[in-house]
């Protein structure tokens, strides 16, 4: 099931332009192409390993969709830039998280792409675009993270080599 889940703080909401070959959900994680479109995670080139297709895609990071967009129409959908949000967990069960613990895009089961909407606790900002904001009361399996758009406004701070920290 796709969703959006806003919890708190200023979303600095951008149009971003989709393509009619995507489909894009409320919800996505969303990354922008060399031609200036938004895509969802789910359709970002994997490389040879979690950690390289992880940085890579927290350079393109470009927010989460706050709007759709179905297969077949080209539109300019809302996308959050910034702010807290409630992300599917998929770190391993002994990884210690804490206030501060950087996340990033995960790979689905069969390790073929990344998945549009869960994060997973990285060991590094190059790794991510958000950090965990709030451990009390948090459903079992779920995170809430805040995000920041690496293409936007710079990233989490030593995420982008082109942004001083």
Same mark, same amino acid.
């Given at each position: ?30 990354? *922008?192409?060399?031609? /200036?479109? $938004?895509?969802?995670? =789910? ?11 992880? @940085?890579?895609?927290? *350079?393109?990071?470009? /927010?989460? $969709?706050?709007?759709? =967009?179905?297969?077949?129409k080209e539109s300019a959908i809302r996308t959050?830039? @910034? ?83």
């Amino acid at each position: 099931m796709y969703r959006l889940n806003w919890k708190w703080g200023e979303t600095s909401p951008i149009c971003a332009r989709v393509s009619a070959e995507t489909d894009v959900h409320a919800g996505d994680l969303l990354w *922008l192409d060399s031609d /200036g479109m $938004a895509k969802p995670a =789910s359709e970002f080139p994997k490389s040879t390993d979690l950690a390289g297709t992880q @940085t890579a895609f927290s *350079l393109k990071f470009l /927010g989460i $969709a706050m709007q759709s =967009s179905p297969l077949g129409k080209e539109s300019a959908i809302r996308t959050a830039t @910034t702010g807290t949000f409630e992300f599917d967990d998929e770190t391993q069960d002994g990884v210690q998280e804490i206030l501060g613990t950087y996340v990033g895009a995960n790979l689905n089961a069969a390790q073929t792409h990344l998945q549009r909407s869960s994060v997973v606790a990285v060991s590094s900002a190059k790794c991510a675009f958000g950090r965990i904001v709030h451990l009390e009361n948090v459903p079992v399996g779920k995170v809430f993270a805040a995000i920041v758009s690496t293409v936007i406004r710079g990233g989490v701070p030593g995420s982008d080599p082109h942004h001083a920290v």
